[in-house]
């Protein structure tokens, strides 16, 4: 087993985010959920975006905003992700190499175009997600660049991307690829929606001990458990993986590692703006103390700095210098 | 003479802008002008957008930017410009539509892509643009509504878009046919570069008495009459039309109408970000008081908000209620 190259490999939705700020009624006039994410379709995304207001388009996608905030935070990063060859490719491919990410997955010359997120912000600062999955939902396992993903010390999962079927297919094979070269694998519940839809999957891949590092919020780790309460969710779950983290918005987070509890509150923010990323931002902070070799509380710590800096401001990427905000956990 | 249903209809560039953070040194290192508008080809582009920062897209153009404005401010607006039909293209068009702007300008569907404009902004708020024209270069005089130019109380034209051939003839056909059916013309001088490329057109137009309102800051009215500071400046053009306009940034703003001067403070800003917009904001302010009869301090007052509120921010459209911001000035 060589020592890795990279921090971090991770697959995900590679996805433009197109942000408006709508009122409750918009919500409510289109039958949507609230704090959630849905798929759509081509025709449902004309007709959404139709109604939206102005908008302003940022890249985004779980997983890559992840990265996003490692990188800014100083990790080495790769990305695997599927874009078309079209404007929004180009500017999703642009970010997230101007960002020092590794991304070499060839733009996609037929099928849909590029990912695209509609993202309404109330103004209770809360996202309503809707997803055309466009490119993304056609990432094929012969796109991944195994030895990239043998390289790296962190194969990373976005739940997300478990729907469609050929990026499933492809991050299974990631799986064995990064086992096979003794690296950890940390996945991300990333909604309770798509947990009802694969909740045998994902429980299957924790007790086959293919998920070391399992990041989920309150509601996912109720939806997966089928738990109703937040203590008995964690209790339900803590001990099949070697790491557990549980995100808690206002009431900060916990960390579950080797039977012994840790936690950690919210960092303070000002003013909330629009939700979208924080549990990205956690995940990012979180990791990418992990990977220095911090320890679960300095983990937590740095998880909570980058997500209040997301939720502060538009957009899912962090717009400061995250390292400054570390202060000395990064020492 | 018919009495118009519109408020203003404006010509200008059909622009997504693409905006990043730079330090000083990435100015310098490309040896851009900052604070300035440089045109660049496509390979310019390229090469540009390779070495900036991961960025935000939003919609932008100098003219449709004040629309966006006047019409936050309840005015009833047009546009027209030229987009390419691609992803880019959609984006503009749903952003102006959403703003409830009347917007017909068919898409192209040969030639360059949709235009965008690269815009770094530097720690001290200054925003360097670098457009590239792309489909913009190429509004045809044909692609031009003349009964809604005809329909509406002003014609606004952006100076940027002289440079081109075809939308400066188009201009020019806009021009006679506002002027047929006896409507206001407003021109803004829009950049100095732009001055030192056609100030003998731009006289020109002055002295054939077919600029009724002319918007322009400082630097530019000093480009225009080639005159060192600002007071020779203003004596060398306030007469020769009938309402001219100067904004000077933290110093606020003068009008000079029927021989009169007035002036106005700038608004109280918090902390500017992003000075993109600033002058496109203060002609929405002005031009939102002007069809609304206000006295020409009002109008100047009415700029200096909606300026203000567009450096608060990232981005050169409005992002908070103006009306609300206006208080008194619009009972």
Redesign the interface.
Known sequence: MTEPSLDIVAIGNAIVD?I?REEDDFIVRHALTKGGMQLIDAGQAEAL??A????????GGSAANTL?GMAALGSKCGFIGQVFK???GE?FS???H??GIRFETTAATDGP?TARCLIMVTPDAQRTMNTFLGASQFLPASALDLDMIRSARILYLEGYLWDPEQPRAAMRSAIEAARGAGRQIAFTLSDAFVIERHRADFLKLIDNGEIDILFSNETEICSLTQKNDFESAVAAVAGRVPVLIVTRSEQGAICVKDGERHQCAAAPVEKVLDTTGAGDLFAAGFLAGHVRGKTPVQCLEMGAIAAAEVISHY?A?P?TDLKALMGDLLA
């Open positions: 197109v408006s975006y139709g939206m207001g102005a908008g302003l388009e940022i890249s996003a079209d404007q929004l500017v642009h970010d997230i101007s960002l175009p957009g990427r717009e």
